[in-house]
Nanobody, 124 residues
Framework: QVQLVESGGGLVQAGDSLRLACASS????MAWFRQAPGKEREFVSAITWSGTKTYYRDSVKGRFTISRDNTDNTVYLEMNSLKREDTAVYYCAAREGTSWSSPLYTKEWEFDYWGQGTQVTVSS
């Protein structure tokens, strides 16, 4: 059974940085999503199985960086210059059956497994 465990969330001030981590039980194409109070879950960033391609939503481009360490199947989301509007529960997601040639996946329905979420709160 695939397990995804997020960590690294917390309470920070606007302008601060956080690094989220998602440890998985295998190697998959991965993504980060987030859900703010009263809003639908939205895509944040994705990385291919190989790690050679990444993609971001416009509002986090230049501030967030997704990366992966394939030696221990961990995906990271480095978040810099955090804003109040980044406040949300952040979820990592994994798509099964991916490999070196797999493309980027960015839609919720494309992912098979989800972590429990980690809260990120940015205060002004």
């Amino acid at each position: 059974q695939v397990q995804l465990v997020e960590s690294g969330g917390g309470l920070v001030q606007a302008g601060d940085s956080l690094r989220l981590a998602c440890a998985s039980s295998g190697r998959y194409a991965m993504a980060w999503f987030r859900q703010a109070p009263g809003k639908e879950r939205e895509f944040v960033s994705a990385i291919t199985w190989s790690g050679t391609k990444t993609y971001y939503r416009d509002s986090v481009k230049g501030r967030f960086t997704i990366s992966r360490d394939n030696t221990d199947n961990t995906v990271y989301l480095e978040m810099n210059s955090l804003k109040r509007e980044d406040t949300a529960v952040y979820y990592c997601a994994a798509r099964e059956g991916t490999s070196w040639s797999s493309p980027l996946y960015t839609k919720e329905w494309e992912f098979d497994y989800w972590g429990q979420g980690t809260q990120v709160t940015v205060s002004s």
